[in-house]
Antibody, heavy 119, light 107 residues
């Protein structure tokens, strides 16, 4: 069965960087793009963008340009989200997800990675 | 960006009741709409895609309808396991955007 397994919770200081992994299994990694989403505690979801797992081409939502980088390790069926120069407002749970019927309807989700930013 | 306005923000209903959650888009999204259920501490789960198509494995008491800018999610015969937050999301145009969510509780 299709699974997306994310790396564990992170505690960082403002200004530091974090790299979250999302390991896919149960399907051919390059068959579907990988999406990234953010959810602050008690809030709705925000789509951050996606990475084409065939070409590595990235698309970022406007609020997630500059400090956010999506990358791949295709041989390991793994996608990454790196956030640099962490700010308090980056404190959230980050999800990887992929579509099934349509890229934008997320049928498969990682379990989420909580990033805590605290001095 | 397409704004998604979801209502109500919270809802209290009894077991067996029928519940409806509404979602309005700021422009026509041509049925490019999904509904998700999220329980505390868990990832969202896809319920409905294409506004009215039931995702595999989702109980038939869930249904979606609507067109243009107005969409709704209906839960027939509410069960205790339906207590959760629900989100609508448009995927018609980038950036894909979500509604603010509806928290469903038991009365």
């Amino acid at each position: 069965q299709i699974q997306l397994v994310q790396s564990g919770p992170e505690v960082k200081k403002p200004g530091e960087s974090v790299k979250i992994s999302c390991k896919a299994s149960g399907y051919t990694f390059t068959q579907a793009g990988m999406q990234w989403l953010k959810q602050a505690q008690g809030k709705s979801l925000k789509w951050m963008g996606w990475i084409n797992t065939n070409t590595g081409k990235t698309t970022y939502a406007a609020d997630f340009t500059g400090r956010f980088v999506f990358s791949l390790e295709t041989s390991a069926s793994t996608a990454y989200l790196q956030i640099t120069n962490l700010k308090n407002e980056d404190m959230a749970t980050y999800f990887c997800a992929r579509g099934h019927y349509y890229d934008g309807a997320f049928a498969y989700w990682g379990q989420g990675t909580l990033v805590t930013v605290s001095s | 960006d397409i704004q998604m306005t979801q209502s109500p923000a919270s809802l209290s209903a009894s077991l067996g009741e029928t519940v409806t959650i509404e979602c309005r888009a700021s422009e026509d999204i041509y049925n490019g709409l999904a509904w998700y259920q999220q329980k505390p501490g868990k990832s969202p789960q896809l319920l409905i895609y294409n506004a009215n198509s039931l995702h595999t494995g989702v109980p038939s008491r869930f249904s979606g309808s609507g067109s243009g800018t107005q969409y709704s999610l209906k839960i027939n015969s509410l069960q205790s396991e339906d207590v959760a937050s629900y989100f609508c999301q448009q995927y018609y145009d980038y950036p894909w955007t979500f509604g603010g969510g509806t928290k469903l509780e038991l009365k």
